[in-house]
């Protein structure tokens, strides 16, 4: 367990990602079903992770909801279990106005009164200039106690930086962007530790090429480039070679960072739990870690923004 930047939040260094809990098939290739998706948040539940990350944009909100049913078939919350979300907006519609709309219909749909934790929601899709008000809003909900903590989430180490610099965000996640094939995000990761924020990575597996590196050849939902198709392949026949699955490589890559509080895993299916927590306990040669660290791709292949 760890603590949240300043947020004294304490938190298990593995979040469930809810991402596909709504079922997004254009983005994963899969459909995920209702009861599947409740059955895996209830499995959550019952295991050692103590958090979930969600968004009022995905699925169109699918995802609260399913999760609030699961949160009311269990009962209620577990004890110390924490639900996080993020502010989205509505078409263009990033306004102060559309912040506080988003966070009351999270609310509905999880059907709970406390939302510890609300991101603004990858902004950098947004003319920076315009975005302030959101901002504003979104901080004025916690002085309020409409909610707890604010996080800024995105992709964009530059665009990300930009917000940073408004000050008032207590963390930050960011995905795709720190990975066994990337390091983008390394100076932001740096700068956000040392302005006290606690820092969440996701998309560790870069959207599923590092967790199926034979059938996958998109990295951040584009095509990957030959430079990364074959550092993944030569890292998957290392990892082989030492006993270890490259999935497991790539989140531990993550988790066993001192710089990072917690990692965001993408989780559809309840055996994806038991998988976790084999990867959490495995041993990874020390010499496997020095062949994966000479693998990664020159900068020029990384994603940047």
Known sequence: MKTLGSTGLTVSSVCAGGSGLGS????????????????????V???????????????????????????????????????ATKVDALGNDYS??????????????????DLPLVYLHDPEFNVFE????AVDALQQLRADGVIGHVGLAGGNPAELGRYLDLGGFEVLL?????????HSAEALIERAVSDG??????????????????????????????AVLRAVADMDAACRAHGVDLATAALRHSVDNPN????????????????LEKALAADLPAELLTQLAALLPDRQYWLEG
Request: charged share 25%; glycine share 10%.
């Open 24 to 43: 997004m098939p254009d983005v994963f290739g899969y459909d995920v079903s209702a009861d599947q998706a409740v059955e895996v948040v209830l499995r």
């Open 45 to 83: 539940f019952d295991s050692p992770l103590t958090w979930i990350d969600t968004s009022n944009g995905y699925s169109a909100g699918e995802s609260e909801r399913r999760i609030g049913r699961a949160i009311r078939e269990y009962g209620g919350l577990p004890a110390g279990f924490l639900v």
């Open 96 to 113: 102060a106005q559309r912040v506080r709309d988003s966070v009351a219909e999270s609310k509905e749909r999880l059907e709970l009164d």
């Open 130 to 133: 315009e975005m302030r008000p």
């Open 174 to 182: 960011v995905h795709n962007r720190w990975t066994l094939v990337d």
């Open 197 to 226: 924020l606690g820092v969440v990575n996701a998309a560790v597996y870069g959207g599923g090429i590092l967790a199926n590196p034979a059938g996958a050849t998109k990295y951040g939902y584009l095509d990957a480039p030959d």
């Open 260 to 275: 990072i509080t917690a990692t965001v895993v993408g989780i559809t299916k309840p055996s994806r739990v038991d998988a």
